[in-house]
């Protein structure tokens, strides 16, 4: 029989082995650099925060989840990242059971489903990061941590925050930083944005702009500090319910009839360190049409592929469209 002390020493040198083995595994970063491909150099990025999309719920608005990831995927210099609560993922056990009763799809189709759209997106380039969320970590309770886990299938590499981390976004000479995280203490339901200033004041004092979410609620918020410009947003979810009756859940936490509607973008220029939020994408992809539409008819012409947007000012702006134009006007000079 082995001594007290030799037990100690071995199983404290097994454990140190383990979490070098450990830490050798992980694919979570707590900073990462992305540089967008943009069909516009000298126009404005676009970036879509996705956040409690909560995908596998029958509470989710599908119609407009899928809107906004068509106005990522066909929109130019248009991107996204991902900040947590990606499925709903609930496991049957302890009070996060609840939705195992009533979702139709079992956590790992909804992972499955999910992660096929999301694999294309990375590919294209249209995705640039992703962080945790809650709704994923419920898998740590079986044994698996959901974005160590799935994040491995993606095409491409991409800064993975498990814990929430700092993205350095390349736009033409800039570079914004960008501290994101699924939630954070100081969270409240009068202030949504108390817990993006605590975010900014503890931890990342000297970023661009902070993305938080989980309370389901939404707001964006531009202030200054210290002489900087920045912007802060609580995303917003869409598990909004359906048919007009509101989500239970929101209701219950005192929230409202409604929780915050997602769907916020902000673009970031080029040539300046600017930012401007746009509360909802679709403003913000009128916006981004607008100048495209703009650089195409003064015949500075870049190639792009065609621009399928969801919204009803798309075929307005539509680059083909444009061009059409372009070619009647010249035609009736000519004449």
Same mark, same amino acid.
Do not use: C
């Given at each position: 029989? +082995?001594?007290?002390?030799?037990?100690?020493? $071995?199983?404290?040198?097994?454990?140190?082995?383990?979490?070098?083995?450990?830490?050798?595994?992980?694919? &979570?970063? @707590?900073?990462?650099?992305?540089? @967008?491909?943009?069909?516009?150099?000298?126009?404005?990025?676009?970036?879509?925060?996705?956040?409690? !999309?909560?995908?596998? *719920?029958?509470?989710?608005?599908?119609?407009?989840?899928?809107?906004?990831?068509?106005?990522?995927? !066909?929109?130019?210099?248009?991107?996204?990242?991902?900040?947590?609560?990606?499925?709903?993922?609930?496991?049957?056990?302890?009070?996060?059971?609840?939705?195992?009763?009533?979702?139709?799809?079992?956590?790992?189709? !909804?992972?499955?489903?999910?992660?096929?759209?999301?694999?294309?997106?990375?590919?294209?380039?249209?995705?640039?990061?992703?962080?945790?969320?809650?709704?994923?970590?419920?898998?740590?309770?079986?044994?698996?941590?959901?974005? $160590?886990?799935?994040?491995?299938?993606?095409?491409? +590499?991409?800064?993975?925050?498990?814990?929430?981390?700092?993205?350095?976004?390349?736009?033409? *000479?800039?570079?914004?930083?960008?501290?994101?995280?699924?939630?954070?203490?100081?969270? *409240? =339901?009068?202030?949504?944005?108390?817990?993006?200033?605590?975010?900014?004041?503890? $931890?990342?004092?000297?970023?661009?702009?902070?993305?938080?979410?989980?309370?389901?609620?939404?707001?964006?918020?531009?202030?200054?500090?210290? &002489?900087?410009?920045?912007?802060?947003?609580?995303?917003?979810?869409?598990?909004?319910?359906?048919?007009?009756?509101?989500?239970?859940?929101?209701?219950?936490?005192?929230?409202? &009839?409604?929780?915050?509607?997602?769907?916020?973008?902000?673009?970031?220029? @080029?040539?300046?360190?600017?930012?401007?939020?746009?509360?909802?994408?679709?403003?913000?992809?009128?916006?981004?049409?607008?100048?495209?539409?703009?650089?195409?008819?003064?015949? =500075?012409?870049?190639?792009?592929? @065609?621009?399928?947007?969801?919204?009803?000012?798309?075929?307005?702006?539509?680059?083909?469209?444009?061009?059409?134009? !372009?070619?009647?006007?010249? *035609? &009736?000079?000519?004449?």
């Amino acid at each position: 029989m +082995k001594e007290r002390s030799q037990i100690y020493s $071995e199983a404290t040198r097994l454990l140190k082995e383990y979490q070098q083995f450990h830490n050798e595994t992980l694919i &979570g970063v @707590p900073e990462g650099i992305w540089k @967008p491909k943009v069909e516009y150099p000298d126009l404005p990025f676009a970036l879509e925060p996705f956040a409690d !999309q909560h995908f596998g *719920s029958i509470h989710v608005d599908y119609d407009l989840l899928d809107k906004h990831w068509n106005i990522v995927e !066909q929109t130019p210099n248009y991107g996204a990242v991902t900040i947590g609560d990606d499925i709903d993922n609930f496991i049957a056990l302890g009070k996060i059971a609840t939705g195992t009763y009533e979702n139709p799809l079992p956590p790992q189709l !909804q992972a499955i489903a999910y992660m096929d759209r999301l694999e294309k997106d990375v590919k294209e380039g249209k995705v640039g990061a992703m962080a945790y969320g809650n709704h994923n970590n419920f898998g740590d309770i079986t044994g698996y941590d959901w974005l $160590e886990t799935w994040a491995r299938k993606l095409p491409k +590499k991409i800064p993975i925050f498990t814990a929430g981390g700092l993205l350095h976004l390349k736009v033409g *000479s800039q570079v914004y930083d960008i501290a994101m995280t699924h939630r954070y203490w100081g969270r *409240s =339901q009068l202030n949504p944005t108390n817990m993006v200033k605590r975010f900014m004041e503890y $931890e990342y004092p000297d970023a661009d702009v902070y993305l938080t979410a989980h309370t389901h609620q939404g707001e964006l918020l531009t202030f200054d500090r210290a &002489g900087e410009e920045k912007i802060g947003a609580v995303v917003g979810t869409y598990k909004l319910g359906v048919d007009g009756r509101g989500e239970t859940w929101a209701r219950q936490m005192g929230i409202g &009839g409604r929780a915050g509607r997602a769907g916020m973008a902000i673009l970031f220029y @080029p040539n300046e360190h600017k930012m401007v939020g746009f509360r909802h994408t679709e403003d913000a992809q009128q916006f981004m049409l607008s100048l495209i539409h703009e650089k195409e008819w003064k015949g =500075q012409k870049i190639d792009a592929k @065609p621009i399928k947007p969801d919204v009803e000012i798309a075929e307005l702006y539509a680059i083909e469209n444009i061009r059409e134009r !372009q070619a009647e006007m010249q *035609s &009736g000079n000519e004449e």
